[in-house]
T-cell receptor
Framework: ELKVEQNPLFLSMQEGKNYTIYCNYS?????LYWYRQDPGKSLESLFV?????AVKQEGRLMASLDTKARLSTLHITAAVHDLSATYFC?????????????FGKGTKLTVNP | DAGVIQSPRHEVTEMGQEVTLRCKPI?????LFWYRQTMMRGLELLIY????????DSGMPEDRFSAKMPNASFSTLKIQPSEPRDSAVYFC???????????FGNGTRLTVT
């Protein structure tokens, strides 16, 4: 059974600082997704990573995937308050493609002025 | 594009009552997913459909839960009878293609007293 672990689960940081959220998964997969959820809201897709070494960037967020290490990172550069949200990674465990994503528990990020 | 539409947004009911949650996916999306989100268990996939056909319902917790997709533009998740432990936010999501991110609805917050 695929397990997806994120750390940290809670992250409080100051504006302007950099930090990285980690997503480890337990079985082979080359499809990983990052989502953002604001309190009381829906989930919004941030990044789709579909191969080993994939790197995607949008604004102050950059995501990467290392399928050999079974690890994805979400790097935050010069954080701003608007980035405060919960970030989820999700992994497709099927080599054949089942669309059955398994989500991590989420990392709740709070950016303080 | 109106996005994935769920109704109702909030539902409060008494234990033992029947609850029906509704979802309209984005037009043209072939896959539809029902997720449940709680603080304790995070996001759990309950069931997903591909071209209106249920593909995997292994996440449906008990026989009290059932889901249907009578056509490409409508799906329901029914709980009968409901119990307090069913209290959660239920999300519907759709996607157009394999390897595409999920598009989530705004969710239905269910409270069973």
């Amino acid at each position: 059974e695929l397990k997806v672990e994120q750390n940290p689960l809670f992250l409080s940081m100051q504006e302007g600082k950099n930090y990285t959220i980690y997503c480890n998964y337990s079985t082979t997969s080359d499809r990983l997704y990052w989502y953002r959820q604001d309190p009381g809201k829906s989930l919004e897709s941030l990044f789709v990573l579909l191969s080993n070494g994939a790197v995607k960037q949008e604004g102050r967020l950059m995501a990467s995937l290392d399928t050999k290490a079974r690890l994805s990172t979400l790097h935050i550069t010069a954080a701003v308050h608007d980035l405060s949200a919960t970030y989820f990674c999700a992994v497709d465990p099927s080599q054949g493609g089942s669309e059955k994503l398994v989500f991590g528990k989420g990392t709740k990020l709070t950016v303080n002025p | 594009d109106a996005g994935v539409i769920q109704s109702p947004r909030h539902e409060v009911t008494e234990m033992g009552q029947e609850v029906t949650l509704r979802c309209k996916p984005i037009s043209g999306h072939n896959s539809l997913f029902w997720y449940r989100q709680t603080m304790m268990r995070g996001l759990e996939l309950l069931i997903y459909f591909n071209n209106n056909v249920p593909i995997d319902d292994s996440g449906m917790p008990e026989d009290r839960f059932s889901a249907k997709m009578p056509n490409a533009s409508f799906s329901t998740l029914k709980i009968q009878p409901s119990e307090p432990r069913d209290s959660a936010v239920y999300f519907c999501a759709s996607s157009p293609l394999y390897n595409s991110p999920l598009h989530f609805g705004n969710g239905t917050r269910l409270t069973v007293t």
